[in-house]
């Protein structure tokens, strides 16, 4: 068996498109050698920042040889037909072609074509062109005079199946089987002969670590041990980690010091700084916890000075960094919040919705009404509404899109705002995605709720909703945001309500279909719900059986409630009581579906108590027991216990599992049988006061 090894060396890739590119190339080759008729054994993959590698063992010499039956035209068909049915399958007289019967279709002719084999390496030499012509970039560029189109100019292809080059061009560029180490420490060229020399090659004299795994590795060592010797913490960033393992063919962790009286700027602004423009990993001193004088650079040298030049070079430009963000910060803070708030009727938001300071009318407006029922001050509420964009216009953050929120948090303490206004700033962006926590303070909750909701009630109202898999201005997160932070806070929300007063007190405009839009936008939230609460592990039918009741309740549906129903419904159905019940609610309510088919279920259903006093014992037994349970679960349900109200209801199981024993619900007398679909259509209206059971499995 043949082992083959295949590296693309180009200039630098960016460091976020190499895992992809890895996966690509290695998908793309393991297709066409299979598409070839070639197996293999395993297929494995490295890239770096100037290469991508692929190593493929367990191949044959050639493909197996294959006879193929190629059906034609029916004996007697035009000579054009007969003519390209032999160019097709490569005869040259017909005579070469067998004939074949079929009972309906008479007779036609057939060709046995008998294709050989082909060898590894022809296959190879065809397909990895085609791949290297056909790869998808993000982004690719041309150069020279050439056509070809590849992240950065290619610079070598090393081919090698069984110790030998596989012989290709691509773009006038040669086949080979030299490639190159690390630029400053092991350039080579090396000669290869295959994966585990050329691996060997690299790793040791080369001077480059081909795995992202071992460069992840190394880098994640390397930072902890100069952590652990300077007393310091690693503020973790897993998705920096991951791009400077794209940035280094041989990291190198060297420890920085940072000027630290920069360390009076707020630490997100520190942090982000190394981040986005340096690529460093910020530290926390191991004893405070506090941001410390330090950071840390991944090299891709191992310098004879252990890195002393490098983190001095490094510290400079972090300087000359953080002098501008001080610069930042002084200019913002000279500005009041209200200053800037001003600034936003200039900006739009959307076509149809206004101008940013537009929305934060809206949502301060709502942001106030909200506050009551989320137990918040009004009046901080509103405040916290009004400054809540205001920072989008400061320097800050127009160098910093991503410390929104944050930046209006601190200016806002700066100014001597309220620490539960300034917090809201910051926390009514929150949740912005399923792992961001929701916000827990009562102002940050309304602030929160208020914006959200307005926009989700202003897009409605401009009819521009999700479609499908397209939700440009996230909607859906939006609306799961809003579900999440009621659900985690426990807000008992008529949610319905505000929806519908906020439509018609900020979108003043006579919009036909009204109730339409609010009743299409309350079932959008009721989808969030339901997501919700599977993501969390709910059965999908207790969900919607306890959804099902809320949403047609008077004022529409108070999501904590269903949470409450849902939980209380799923821990019944466990206990035997809950599953016999179940089980004689779903033949009550198959007796009345039926019925109800028929056309012969009387509209006004009554029992009628004189008709059961001269029925069996167990018709009577039932009928006392729905009027007993019928009483007893009006307090749970009026205190929403529903675990209370179940517990009631599980008295019903006895009575109505031997009413189906002993009553025929079919009487011969209309009037009887009239009055026990009574009392199955007591039963169902009792259990459906809780949840829709007919929604549930089982």
């Given at each position: ?5 295949l590296?693309?060396?180009s200039?630098?890739?960016?460091a ?33 920042p ?7 063992t ?69 397909a ?58 092991g ?25 992202r ?35 280094a063919?041989?990291p ?37 916890g ?11 040298i ?14 400079r ?82 160098e ?24 809201a ?37 401009i009819?521009?909703?999700p ?8 909607l ?24 519908e ?11 036909l ?149 002993g ?33 549930i499995?089982?």
């Open positions: 068996m043949s082992d083959l090894l590296e693309i060396f200039e630098e890739i960016p976020r498109m190499q895992a992809k590119a890895e996966a690509d190339l290695g998908k793309a080759l393991g297709e066409a050698l299979k598409a070839a008729g070639l197996g293999f054994g395993a297929l494995e993959t490295a890239s770096g100037r290469r991508l590698s692929v190593h493929v367990g191949l044959p010499v050639k493909s197996a040889d294959v006879a193929e039956e190629r059906k034609g035209p029916k004996v007697g068909s035009p000579e054009q037909a007969i003519a390209g049915f032999l160019k097709g399958a490569g005869l040259t007289s017909i005579d070469q072609a067998e004939v074949r019967s079929d009972p309906k279709k008479g007779d036609f002719y057939v060709a046995m074509l008998d294709k050989p084999g082909r060898l590894t390496a022809d296959v190879v030499a065809e990895v062109p085609a791949i290297i012509r056909g790869f998808h970039w993000p982004k690719s560029m041309r150069w020279g005079t050439g056509e070809l189109r590849w992240v950065r100019p290619l610079q070598r292809i090393a081919c090698v199946l069984d110790g030998k080059i596989v012989p290709f061009e691509v773009d006038g560029l040669a086949s080979g089987n030299e490639t190159e180490g690390h630029r400053v420490h350039r080579g060229p090396f000669t290869v002969t295959g994966w585990a020399d050329y691996s060997k090659q690299l790793e040791g004299e080369g001077h480059v670590r081909l795995t795994d071992a460069r992840r590795d190394v880098i994640a060592k390397g930072i902890a041990d100069v952590c652990a010797k300077a007393g310091l913490t690693w503020v973790e960033d897993a998705g920096l980690l991951e791009e400077v393992t794209g940035l063919e041989w190198v962790v060297v420890l920085g010091d940072m000027d630290p009286d920069f360390l009076d700027l707020p630490p997100e602004v520190i942090t982000l700084s190394m981040r986005t423009h340096q690529k460093y990993f910020a530290v926390n001193d191991a004893k405070t506090k941001l410390a004088p330090h950071f840390i650079v991944v090299a891709n191992d310098a004879s000075d252990g890195g002393k030049q490098i983190a001095a070079g490094n510290a430009v972090l300087s000359a960094r953080l002098s501008d963000a001080r610069f930042f910060w002084e200019k913002d803070k000279a500005t009041p919040l209200d200053e800037m708030a001003k600034k936003l009727s200039t900006i739009a938001f959307k076509d149809g919705l206004g101008s940013l300071g537009d929305k934060v009318d809206r949502v301060a407006a709502l942001a106030r009404e909200l506050a009551p029922a989320v137990g918040a001050d009004a009046d901080l509420a509103e405040r916290a509404a009004r400054l809540s964009k205001a920072d989008l216009v400061s320097e800050m953050v127009g910093f899109p991503e410390l929104q929120g944050v930046m209006g948090r601190y200016y806002a303490l700066e100014a001597g705002e309220k620490p539960s206004v300034a917090d700033i910051r926390d009514h962006y929150k949740p912005q995605g399923p792992s961001d926590a929701v916000p827990t303070d009562p102002v940050s909750i309304a602030a929160a709720l208020a914006d959200k909701l307005d926009t989700l009630v202003g897009f409605w109202a009819d521009e909703k479609t499908g898999s397209k939700d440009p201005f996230a859906r997160r939006a609306a799961l945001g809003v579900v999440r932070t009621m659900l985690e806070n426990r807000i008992p929300l008529y949610l319905r309500y505000f929806l007063k906020h439509f018609a007190v900020s979108f003043k405009r006579d919009y279909g009204a109730a339409d839009i609010i009743d299409n936008l309350e079932s959008f939230f009721a989808d969030r719900l339901s997501v919700a609460l599977r993501d969390a592990g709910g059965r999908h039918d207790l969900v919607e059986a306890g959804l099902s009741i809320e949403t047609g309740s008077e004022g529409g549906a108070i999501f904590t409630r269903v949470v409450q129903r849902v939980e209380a419904l799923g821990a019944f159905l466990d206990t035997e009581d809950g599953a016999t019940l179940l089980a004689g609610y779903k033949r009550a309510a198959n007796i009345l579906k039926a019925e109800e088919k028929k056309g012969a279920l009387p509209e006004n259903l009554s029992v009628d108590a004189a008709l059961i006093k001269k029925g069996p014992k167990e018709e009577q037994a039932l009928y006392a027991a729905l009027s007993n349970v019928g009483e007893a679960i009006v307090a749970p349900l009026e205190a929403e216990e529903f675990a209370g109200a179940m517990g009631e209801l599980a008295k019903l199981r006895g009575p109505v599992d031997a009413f189906f024993e009553v025929m619900v079919n009487d011969d007398d209309p009037a009887v049988r009239a009055n026990r679909l009574a009392l199955l259509s007591d039963v169902r209206a009792n259990l459906h006061k809780v949840a829709d059971f007919s929604l499995e089982g």
